[in-house]
């Protein structure tokens, strides 16, 4: 099946300093990817949309210039978490539209932030 | 706009009883797509099963099965015989049917089995 990778798994970062968050698709090409944030005990809520190539779109409510992605390539993906805070702390869950046929998503396994 | 209810927040039942986890959703589009996903503590999700809306058959897979009710706007989960495993966050989720493929999330269901 489809695999979806992210990394690092979890990091921890001192507040105002920037960490990226890879999203890769390891045996697929992925022209969209998403991205999620999930805080402790609650749902998985979207933050953006990746489009390879081209700018992403981010939902209602996430700040596009403290969240930068860029989709430079079919199979990767990238979160950057700018000038982080304390209540950027949160899990990380990227996907990747596998479209060979069927548009299925796949999910990579979350990466943990935590910034102190 | 399409939304995805799971009314129970967290569910206790004792070791080899069956247990429902109801899920209700919203939406205007006339195509569109159900799933299920399990998250373990490790946090990874567990795709379980996606389900389109043109096929209402209900579905089992081992002890799971899942009745989807255009009707009643449901799609429930049902573990039967349940194991200490089967201790996780469910979560349903909607997606419509365009290529946009965004997935909403339900907030989830913590199920606890209990030895």
């Known amino acids: 099946g489809a695999v979806v990778s992210q990394h690092p798994s979890w990091v921890i970062c001192k507040s105002g300093t920037s960490v990226k968050i890879e999203c890769r698709s390891l045996d697929f090409q992925a022209t969209t990817m998403f991205w999620y944030r999930q805080f402790p005990k609650q749902s998985l809520m979207l933050m953006a949309t990746s489009n390879e190539g081209s700018k992403a779109t981010y939902e209602q409510g996430v700040e596009k210039d403290k969240f930068l992605i860029n989709h430079a390539s079919l199979t990767l993906s990238t979160l950057t978490v700018t000038s982080a805070h304390p209540e950027d702390s949160s899990f990380y869950i990227c996907?990747?539209?596998?479209?060979?046929?069927?548009?299925?998503?796949?999910f990579g396994p979350g990466t943990r932030l935590t910034v102190t | 706009a399409q939304k995805v209810t799971q009314a129970q927040t967290e569910i206790s039942v004792v070791e080899k009883e069956d247990v429902t986890l109801d899920c209700v959703y919203e939406?205007?589009?006339?195509?569109?797509?159900l799933f299920w996903y399990k998250q373990p503590p490790s946090g990874e999700l567990v795709f379980l099963i996606r389900r389109n809306s043109f096929d209402e058959q209900n579905e089992i897979s081992g002890r799971y099965s899942w009745n989807f009710q255009k009707s009643t706007s449901s799609f429930n989960f049902t573990i039967t015989a349940s194991q200490v495993v089967d201790s996780a966050v469910y979560f349903c989720a909607l997606s419509d049917g365009n290529r946009d493929d965004k997935i909403i999330f339900g907030k989830g269901t913590r199920l606890h089995i209990l030895p």
């Open positions: 939406t205007r589009d006339t195509t569109y797509y």
């Open positions: 996907s990747a539209l596998y479209s060979g046929g069927v548009y299925e998503q796949y």
